[in-house]
């Protein structure tokens, strides 16, 4: 089981970027395929896909709403993904979740995801 921790949320204002770290415990974090989510205020039952990374970090795909301005990565030695948040706009506020792709194929649904960590929150003023 592959525990996971966000990290690197915080206030920022319209137009400025954020680094956002989850990492994971165990040695299989390389066996799975990554992504990020996030749930916006007012909508604690909705989680959106962000953005997943394939398990080697070769592949990536993103949400229209973030597409040329977010950027997913991971680094396999540091069981580490990241995802860089440039040009945030207030509509980015939300709390940012990662997690594991559970199933062996392309997914953009929450339910195809598991180990979820508990989230870090990110805030854009305008």
């Known amino acids: 089981q592959v525990q996971l921790v966000e990290s690197g949320g915080g206030l920022v204002q319209a137009g400025g970027s954020l680094r956002l770290s989850c990492a994971a415990s165990?040695?299989?974090?390389?066996?799975?395929?990554m992504g990020w989510f996030r749930q916006a205020p007012g909508k604690e039952r909705e989680r959106e896909f962000v953005?997943?990374?394939?398990?080697?970090?070769?592949?990536?795909y993103y949400a229209d709403s973030v597409k040329g301005r977010f950027t997913i990565s991971r680094d396999n030695a540091k069981n580490t993904v990241y995802l860089q948040m440039n040009s945030l706009k207030p509509e980015d506020t939300a709390v940012y979740y990662c997690?594991?792709?559970?199933?062996?194929?392309?997914?953009?649904?929450?339910?195809?995801?598991?180990?979820w960590g508990q989230g870090t929150q990110v805030t854009v003023s305008s």
């Open positions: 953005a997943a990374i394939s398990r080697a970090g070769g592949s990536t």
């Open positions: 165990g040695r299989t974090f390389s066996s799975y395929a």
């Open positions: 997690a594991v792709r559970v199933v062996n194929y392309y997914s953009v649904y929450a339910v195809d995801f598991g180990s």
